[in-house]
């Protein structure tokens, strides 16, 4: 049963237009969620992250959406850059020491 | 340290025999996390820690896996006669005892069961 879905297994999107990441969850007791970017053969790497009570938290040209009554959140890139190119991993987790639950990933690809 | 380190990088083992991997968190760091990436994409938590102590061993197979946090020494995780299906990354991540903070992870540890 998965906690955390990422429906979208790749995303291509052009050099300064925005990426759309999106991620669902079913568990109602996840309060803490969290964005990683991934390149091959390193660990993830923490990009932004947002607590329940928030709707909305942005750093720079990453700002991640949250909807609790939909289970669902998003990550926008914008503008994309072609080093934005990796996998990208929605994860959710009850507390913010509690293990993290991964999404499957998102590959997105910025095309110059 | 300011990373998390993992060591080795990459372990080939036959069918049967032990494989340790060992984990370094950052310094100050209270809560060490170990994960499992079967295939590319799929994580699996495996136990957590908070100092030396074992905070949560959910994920933890209940037969040859063991993991230890000892103070003053990198934290590890032995398997047992190991399986092909053991083949994976596994990644260690740390973090602080506080809220909001997000785990930092290392670049993981490739094991290769032939």
């Known amino acids: 049963d998965q906690q955390v879905k990422q429906n979208s297994p790749s995303l291509s999107v052009q050099e300064g237009r925005i990426s759309i990441l999106n991620c669902d969850y079913t568990?109602?007791?996840?309060?803490?969620f969290l964005w990683y970017k991934k390149y091959p053969a390193e660990g993830p790497t923490f990009l932004i992250s947002?607590?329940?009570?928030?709707d909305k938290n942005e750093d720079g040209r990453f700002t991640v959406f949250l909807n609790k009554s939909a289970k669902h959140l998003s990550l926008h890139i914008v503008p994309s850059q072609p080093g934005d190119s990796a996998v990208y991993f929605c994860?959710?987790?009850?507390?913010?020491?509690?293990?993290?639950?991964f999404g499957p990933g998102t590959s997105l690809s910025v095309i110059p | 340290g300011e990373e998390v380190a993992q060591t080795p990088k990459h372990l080939v083992r036959g069918e049967g025999q032990k494989a340790k991997l060992y984990c370094a968190p950052i310094?100050?760091?209270?809560?060490v996390f170990w994960y499992q990436q079967v295939l590319k994409n799929e994580f699996k938590f495996l136990i957590s820690?908070?100092?030396?102590?074992?905070?949560?061993e959910t994920g933890m197979p209940k037969e040859r896996f063991s993991a230890k946090c000892l103070p003053n020494s990198p934290c590890s995780l032995e398997i047992q006669a190991t399986k092909l299906e053991d083949s994976a990354v596994y990644f260690c991540?740390?973090?602080?005892?506080?809220?909001?903070?997000?785990?930092?992870f290392g670049p993981g540890t490739r094991l290769t069961v032939l």
């Open positions: 991540a740390s973090s602080q005892l506080s809220k909001e903070d997000e785990q930092f």
């Open positions: 568990n109602s007791m996840f309060d803490y």
């Open positions: 947002i607590s329940s009570i928030k």
């Open positions: 994860a959710a987790s009850v507390t913010s020491y509690d293990k993290v639950i």
């Open positions: 310094k100050g760091h209270s809560y």
């Open positions: 820690f908070q100092n030396e102590n074992v905070f949560d």
